[in-house]
């Protein structure tokens, strides 16, 4: 199913947005992405991301390049940060992604990003999306990083958060508030499974949430100008980190498609 957007691209006087959605290991695929907006030298007024869009936008907001992203992404060691124990309650918590922030965000400030970013995350006792863009930073997007059941609930201002793709995956609407033109990178692309491939209990329950990241992924395609999804991507687990080169380099094909086709119709500017 190809369900690529791509209205013209604004004027370099609008303002434009970038939309980074959640998809866990895949968030690589981001990284492309960035480096082709790069070589088009589209710089986004104003950045949102969910979970893996949360991480990889925080860190290109604060000024880190995608070559840097990308060798963050094939060189770090996650089971060191994570260490060889689960903790007795059966959940991890985010000291590796805290020592990651600390690095490369050493001011812990919204406010002192070189691009402005917003980040989101599901308030676990009200069950509504909230939106994080002033303040300290850490803990919104270590929140919305944390996937349920693996990961400890984060406390912000005395309330548990979790992964912000539990209500929002692709956090467009947001954009619109400021921007002219949105760009959105989707990790999790609608596709169809033969009934063989559904036939254990894992397999059925990633496919159930799956369908529902999909459907919230829906209502956020109308805000979205030009989309840049691969199918090919649903080829890579969300859960295997091994494959950052191999993303890496699908987001920047499948971008530099998408904008070249843009950029080369007479429907731009």
């Given at each position: 199913m190809d369900t690529t957007q791509s209205n013209s691209l604004p004027s370099h006087k609008k303002k434009i947005g970038l939309c980074l959605s959640g998809g866990g290991a895949r968030g690589a695929f981001h990284i492309g992405v960035l480096q082709a907006l790069d070589e088009f030298n589209i710089v986004p007024t104003l950045v949102s991301g969910t979970s893996a869009g949360a991480l990889t936008g925080s860190l290109y907001c604060a000024g880190v390049k995608p070559a840097e992203l990308l060798k963050i992404s094939t060189s770090t060691k996650w089971y060191h940060f994570i260490g060889p124990h689960v903790p007795n309650n059966g959940l991890v918590d985010f000291k590796f992604l805290q020592q990651l922030l600390n690095k490369y965000i050493p001011h812990n400030s919204f406010e002192k990003l070189k691009i402005p970013f917003i980040a989101t995350a599901?308030?676990?006792?009200?069950?509504?999306?909230?939106?994080?863009?002033?303040?300290?930073i850490y803990e919104p997007v270590i929140a919305s990083c944390a996937v349920p059941i693996v990961f400890k609930p984060v406390i912000i201002n005395g309330m548990k958060y979790l992964d912000g793709g539990i209500t929002?995956?692709?956090?467009?609407?947001i954009l619109r508030q400021d921007c002219d033109y949105i760009i959105g990178s989707n990790l999790i692309p609608h596709n169809s499974l033969k009934a063989e491939v559904l036939n254990s209990y894992n397999s059925i329950l990633t496919r159930v949430l799956e369908i529902n990241l999909f459907n919230n992924i829906k209502q956020q395609l109308p805000f979205v100008d030009l989309l840049i999804e691969s199918e090919a991507i649903s080829e890579f687990s969300r859960f295997d980190l091994n494959n950052a080169e191999k993303l890496f380099k699908l987001g920047h094909k499948t971008a530099l498609e998408k904008l070249e086709f843009v950029f080369n119709s007479n429907i731009y500017i």
């Open positions: 599901t308030n676990l006792q009200t069950g509504f999306l909230e939106y994080f863009s002033s303040g300290p929002m995956n692709l956090p467009a609407q």
